[in-house]
T-cell receptor, first 112, second 115 residues
């Protein structure tokens, strides 16, 4: 069965610092991988996705993620965070975009 | 933004009453989904639809039913609401083009409180 683990429930970083959010998955075939962001009281917005090709994927808002098949990971990174990046981040895995399995989420707090 | 609306956006109801949540899309996407979001659980799939009148169960389907009589509408019904169904419910849509562009797009959510 497919599963997603986001080991960090809550992360706090200072504004301007770099960020890495971890995502590990279990999936039997080549997965589609997604990162979504959710601001308080809002729906989920797609940050980026990987389905094939270049393993380093660029997304919106300056985020990127790297697919590492050998480590079953798809970690999200940003070189310098802004206060507006405070939100909850979800990693998801699936076959195509159907029947995604989501991780539990990582809540990001930004210190001024 | 994907054309997805959910109604109502907020609802408070009492245990034992029936509740229906509506998801409406203007994108003509084939797939529609209902998720619930609870602290510490991320999003969990309740039911999904892969076409008009074609639906299937997800991970947490007990106590929920769905219907899809038109491409654009996907209804989630709680036949007899319980306090454990207090949650935020999200609708999502996707297409299946096989081109790698497939993505799930989410609606704004419905906050349901069962007293």
């Amino acid at each position: 069965a497919q599963s997603v683990t986001q080991p960090d429930i809550h992360i706090t970083v200072s504004e301007g610092a770099s960020l890495e959010l971890r995502c590990n998955y279990s999936y039997g075939a080549t997965p589609y991988l997604f990162w979504y962001v959710q601001s308080p009281g809002q729906g989920l917005q797609l940050l980026l996705k990987y389905f094939s090709g270049d393993t380093l994927v660029q997304g919106i808002k300056g985020f990127e993620a790297e697919f590492k098949r050998s480590q079953s990971s798809f970690n999200l990174r940003k070189p310098s965070v802004h206060w507006s990046d405070a939100a909850e981040y979800f990693c998801a895995v699936g076959q195509g975009a159907q029947k995604l399995v989501f991780g539990q989420g990582t809540r990001l707090t930004i210190n001024p | 933004d994907a054309g997805i609306t959910q109604s109502p956006r907020h609802k408070v109801t009492e245990t034992g009453t029936p509740v229906t949540l509506r998801c409406h899309q203007t994108e003509n996407h084939r797939y529609m989904y209902w998720y619930r979001q609870d602290p510490g659980h991320g999003l969990r799939l309740i039911h999904y639809s892969y076409g008009v009148k074609d639906t299937d169960k997800g991970e947490v389907s007990d106590g929920y039913s769905v219907s899809r009589s038109k491409t654009e509408d996907f209804l989630l019904t709680l036949e007899s609401a319980t306090s454990s169904q207090t949650s935020v419910y999200f609708c999502a849509i996707s297409e299946s083009s096989g081109s790698g562009t497939d993505t799930q797009y989410f609606g704004p959510g419905t906050r349901l409180t069962v007293l």
